[in-house]
């Protein structure tokens, strides 16, 4: 059996890919976290239901999962969870169907870039968190 570079380092790229899905996550949480009533404002502006419950859900979600998932701290049910949320604001957050013009372009890519993390995060929970994380020690 021939092994490649990816075999010998599969630990570290499974880090390193824990690590780049999670750089959007805990980068906008921490700004959401940081500037609670900004985030809470945005989303009445959105009219998303529940503005700040939804700015709770977001800052936990983003920040505090994205940092349990970056450190390997319960990475499968963590990554499942992350998906149903990501699913769940592409569908809210970047309706493009009902938008228009330069909004629609925008929040189409969005859309999209949130099925596409979705995909990286089921993988994740198809691999798990590779050796470099606190579910494996």
């Keep these: 059996m021939r092994y490649t570079l990816f075999d010998r380092r599969k630990d570290e790229l499974i880090l390193l890919a824990r690590v780049l899905l999670m750089i959007l996550f805990v980068?906008?949480?921490w700004s959401k976290l940081t500037g609670?009533?900004?985030a809470v404002a945005i989303m009445v502006a959105e009219g998303t239901p529940l503005p700040t419950v939804?700015?709770?859900?977001?800052?936990?979600?983003e920040f505090f999962v994205g940092v349990a998932i970056v450190l390997g701290f319960y990475t499968r049910p963590l990554a499942l969870l992350l998906v149903l949320y990501t699913l769940a604001t592409a569908v809210?957050?970047?309706?493009?169907?009902?938008?228009?013009?330069?909004?629609?372009?925008?929040?189409?890519?969005?859309?999209?870039?949130?099925?596409?993390?979705?995909?990286g995060l089921l993988l994740l929970c198809v691999t798990g968190p590779g050796k470099y994380s606190i579910d494996r020690r």
């Design 54 to 61: 939804a700015a709770v859900i977001a800052v936990v979600m």
């Design 27 to 29: 980068l906008f949480g």
């Design 36 to 38: 609670f009533t900004g």
């Design 92 to 119: 809210i957050g970047h309706h493009y169907w009902t938008m228009l013009d330069g909004e629609r372009a925008a929040n189409m890519i969005n859309f999209y870039k949130n099925l596409s993390i979705a995909g």
